[in-house]
């Protein structure tokens, strides 16, 4: 007989398996809803819907919806979770994973937990938003903290950030430090802005696309179909990834019978696998490769750049024999991809997490940014870069305003144009919060979606440190890990709230393209949850009752967006957004002239050392198609062909550790160690080994990118052993 793998305690987990089943029916009819209101897909960055209609994006291309947005609705469209499934201890609740607590259903009213108890209770709204600031009215606001993940509006992350900064602290942050602050930072720093230079027609513009450090199969489904478009124009494809993703040589619907009978669609042309965290080496590799071969773009260079002699001479102090090794790539083979990118007439380079969750996370998009300027592929219609952002509105949240430090211009706009005056200490960004929080300096946190618990790197770590915050105010629309670990002595409130497509007014989001959507809302699925704004102007009424600043005013989100379209440069046009029904792009971000917002209006050209070379075993941690971060949709990843707790190597390594296809093992690293996997072979560069977010959490650490903050989950040095 199977024994279970978790004790049951009291019979309440299974108690909660039961209700789980009834609660997971989803209407047929609900889902086509959902799909075809005029609303943002709520999944990626790519951008879809908004005003167009669910399934087009802004090029007018329909159908463009694909199973990642489909996935995303299926857990909004659930009913509400049944209160006798609240009322369980917080220790049966940590029987289910994060699979299954998504699947009880919607958070459908608020509940608490006081400091000294075990089990959440429903709370009405009123008394809920008045504890809450009270909460945060005995707390000094350095020794609080706000978060808020990629998906909630740029209204709500406006008045967000406005009752963080008025109430008295800078620390409010984004989900983009654990994703891609490193693009932000390496952009800046190199041509003077920090998204896409690219629209989403360039893609239908260019001959060569390199996607390096991502895996669009499964994050970014829509792009894939750009790639296949530049193969179908006799353009080139090259991907540069430790793992050989099945996806991007191959692209099959795994749904579509169709599809994989036929076996899908070359996507690669070329595929470079260098060791994990080398990529740095990889790029200097390639602007050797192309400055030995004398393909600089020597007109460009000398009109659009500067600092091009300090890059030649770190390129030449930089020998074939180190790029090899690093790397574990012969050099023929970093000629011939450089050699395809020297011949293109119009390349994009795209990438991902494999760039920016690295110690040198900065450092890796500078060189991006090299290559591109060493043949002059910016500033022009089907060249540029393309950072494939995650979150469907992370840019949007950066763009206006939650983030730590506010460009000097914006916050004296903000002064002006709502005559307050804001603090200037220097707030937390996240790694600090949570440093701070583990040290105890951190009395009452504000966390507006996502799941900061299971973002974060090193799992004890996270749950010391949120159990260490005294009060916690959650806003949600499903249950998550993050609710029920940390927590047991100390208090928490968590309030529903209306996804996307049920805000009571429209929203917007920007998408990957600096493109801002409209969405409409409208959609009533369950009766006593609320909009964030309306819940965050209600706490700061609350909160802040003398503030010169109209919070009753503010729960109209027109009058939020004539707030922004006033404060933040480039988003002029989202004053009347609602009514001209006009979605744009931000004003002064695509790149289709040669002219850099840096200070002399060149590109820069920098130049950075190569990290410290590590022999280990690297571990890096990736997502599955059926997983939108810690939200896990389907237990297998139908991909790559594996189990979620499956890790994975590569053969010749196995067999060096004298491991089997299929072995249970132990994995570990200095921070801790991974128990109930198996290990896989899987077409993976030497020294590397893979496995899923978020459960090998417990292996990464918290040491971060000292340009960028953020943690390198993409290589830790680990250990794999046998399980006895
Ligand atoms: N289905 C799905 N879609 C998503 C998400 C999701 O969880 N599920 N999350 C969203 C979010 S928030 C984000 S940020 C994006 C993330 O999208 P991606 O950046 O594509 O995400 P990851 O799966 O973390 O990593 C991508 C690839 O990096 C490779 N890689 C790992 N280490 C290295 C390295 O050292 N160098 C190089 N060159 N490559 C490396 C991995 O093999 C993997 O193929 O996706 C968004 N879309
Ligand atoms: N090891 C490792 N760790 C990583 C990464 C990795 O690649 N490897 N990736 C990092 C990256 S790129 C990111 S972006 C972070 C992700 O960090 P977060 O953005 O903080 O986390 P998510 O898992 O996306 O958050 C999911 C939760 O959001 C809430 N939610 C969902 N929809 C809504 C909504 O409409 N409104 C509201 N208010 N809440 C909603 C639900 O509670 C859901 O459980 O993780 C980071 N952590
Ligand atoms: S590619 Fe991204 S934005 Fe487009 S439909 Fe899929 S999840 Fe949504
Ligand atoms: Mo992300």
Not at 222 to 234: A, C, P, S, T
Not at 235 to 260: C, T, W, Y
Not at 622 to 648: A, K, L
Request: net charge neutral; with cysteine.
């Amino acid at each position: 007989m199977n024994k279970p793998s978790k004790p049951v305690v009291g019979g309440g987990a299974k108690k909660v398996l039961y209700a789980l089943k009834t609660a997971t029916r989803i209407g047929l009819d609900n889902t086509a809803k959902a799909l075809t209101a005029k609303n943002a897909c709520k999944a990626c960055a790519l951008g879809m819907g908004g005003q167009k209609g669910g399934m087009t994006n802004e090029a007018g291309e329909f159908p463009s919806v694909c199973n990642k947005s489909i996935q995303a609705q299926s857990t909004d469209i659930q009913p509400g979770i049944p209160p006798e499934v609240i009322d369980h201890r917080l220790s049966e609740l940590r029987e289910l994973d994060g699979h299954e607590l998504e699947h009880l259903g919607r958070l459908a009213f608020p509940i608490h937990k006081a400091a000294g108890s075990d089990r959440y209770v429903p709370v009405d709204w009123d008394v809920a938003l008045d504890l809450a600031a009270q909460r945060f009215a005995v707390t000094k606001p350095e020794r609080s903290f706000f978060y808020s993940s990629g998906r909630s509006s740029n209204e709500a992350g406006f008045v967000l950030q406005l009752l963080a900064r008025l109430y008295g602290t800078n620390n409010v942050n984004n989900c983009s430090y654990y994703c891609h602050q490193a693009t932000g930072v390496g952009l800046n720093s190199t041509i003077g802005t920090g998204t896409a230079t690219v629209e989403m027609e360039d893609l239908d513009r260019c001959d060569f696309i390199l996607v390096i450090g991502a895996n669009p199969s499964s994050n970014h489904p829509r792009f894939i179909h750009k790639l296949k478009g530049v193969r179908d124009r006799g353009g080139e494809v090259v991907i540069i990834n430790p793992a050989k993703e099945p996806g991007l040589v191959r692209f099959a619907l795994p749904k579509s019978v169709k599809s994989m009978v036929s076996g899908g669609d070359f996507i690669a042309s070329d595929y470079l696998q260098p060791r994990i965290g080398s990529d740095l080496a990889v790029l200097k590799g390639l602007i050797k490769a192309v400055l030995d071969s004398r393909a600089e773009d020597t007109r460009f260079i000398a009109d659009h750049t500067e600092g091009f002699e300090a890059l030649r001479a770190d390129i030449a102090a930089t020998n074939w024999a180190e790029i090899e090794a690093r790397t574990g790539l012969a050099q023929a083979d970093i000629e011939r991809v450089a050699g395809l990118y020297a011949r293109a007439k119009s390349a994009v380079i795209a990438w991902g997490m494999g760039i920016t969750h690295h110690l040198n996370g900065v450092d890796n998009v500078e060189y991006i940014a090299n290559l591109c300027l060493v043949r002059g592929q910016i500033g022009r219609q089907g060249a540029g870069l393309l950072p494939l952002r995650g979150h469907s509105n992370v840019q949007g949240i950066g763009t206006i305003g939650v983030k730590p430090v506010l460009a000097a211009e914006v916050m004296a706009r903000m002064e002006a144009t709502l005559g307050v005056t804001l603090p200037r200490e220097k707030g937390l960004d996240t790694m600090r919060g949570m440093e701070a929080a583990h040290r105890g300096e951190i009395d009452a946190a504000l966390i507006m979606g996502g799941n900061l618990y299971e973002a974060n790197p090193n799992s004890a770590f996270a749950e010391a440190a949120f159990a260490r915050i005294g009060f916690k105010l959650f806003l949600t629309t499903t249950l998550n890990r993050g609710h029920i670990h940390g927590h047991d002595d100390s208090e928490a409130l968590i309030l529903p709230v209306t996804a996307r497509d049920e805000e009571w007014q429209p929203t917007t989001q920007e998408s990957m393209f600096n493109f801002v959507r409209l969405s409409d809302g409208g959609i009533c699925r369950l009766k006593s949850v609320r909009p964030e704004t309306e819940i965050l102007c209600e706490l700061a009424r609350r909160l802040l009752p003398n503030s010169p600043v109209d919070f009753e005013a503010f729960k109209q989100h027109r009058t939020i967006r004539e707030a922004i379209a006033r404060i933040v440069p480039g988003l002029e046009d989202l004053a009347d957004i609602d009514i001209a029904k006009r979605e744009f792009h931000i004003r002064g971000r695509i790149l289709h002239a040669p002219e850099f917002k840096t200070a002399s209006g060149r590109g820069r050209f920098i130049v950075r050392n190569l990290p410290p070379a590590k022999e280990e075993l690297l571990l890096t941690t990736v997502r599955s198609e059926g997983q939108f971060n810690s939200i896990i949709y389907e237990r297998t990843d139908s991909y790559r062909g594996m189990d979620r707790m499956d890790v994975m190597m590569n053969a010749e390594d196995m067999a060096g550790l004298g491991l089997s296809e299929g072995d249970a093992v132990v994995v570990e690293s200095e921070h801790g160690a991974m128990e109930g996997a198996r290990v896989r072979v899987f077409d993976l560069a030497r020294g590397s080994v893979m496995a899923y977010y978020p459960e090998a959490n417990v292996l990464t650490g918290t040491a971060v990118d000292p340009r960028s903050r953020t943690p390198s989950f993409k290589a830790t040095p680990v250990q794999v052993r046998k399980n006895a």
